[in-house]
């Protein structure tokens, strides 16, 4: 599948920001898919992730409470609310997807990933 993420921009701390990742093909539904983001000289992280059916999410604890997944599969994309934002979630935040079957647990490691989107930066001023 090829994954686009979209909806990043400059924000000022305290703010909110709604993140999209739009696939293609007929075979999205099929895709358990990830958000993870990159800040400049640090390791792409795992933020959250959510089942083929949306039924299971997964967070990273520094994005608990603060980040809220979700997808609509009739429209081929998965939506990352983030709301609190602090200065260091300024990063490239980048969508990825792997074909799974439908029981199986949501990755969190880049390599488990095939598709990836281009990356869409986020940057949070104080």
């Known amino acids: 599948v090829q994954l686009q993420a979209s909806g990043g921009g400059l924000v000022e701390a305290g703010g909110s920001l709604r993140l999209s990742c739009s696939g293609s093909?007929?075979?999205?539904?099929?895709?358990?898919i990830g958000w993870f983001r990159q800040a400049p000289g640090k390791e792409r992280e795992f933020l959250s992730g959510?089942?083929?059916?949306?039924?299971?999410?997964q967070y990273a604890d520094s994005v608990k409470g603060r980040f809220t997944i979700s997808r609509d599969n009739a429209k081929n994309t998965v939506f990352l609310q983030m709301n609190s934002l602090k200065p260091e979630d300024t990063a490239v935040y980048y969508c990825?997807?792997?074909?799974?079957?439908?029981?199986?647990?949501?990755?969190?490691?880049?390599?488990?990933?095939?598709?990836w989107g281009q990356g869409t930066q986020v940057t949070v001023s104080s």
């Open positions: 990825a997807g792997v074909s799974t079957i439908s029981s199986a647990p949501i990755p969190t490691r880049q390599m488990s990933y095939d598709d």
């Open positions: 093909g007929r075979t999205f539904s099929r895709y358990t």
């Open positions: 959510i089942s083929r059916g949306g039924g299971r999410t």
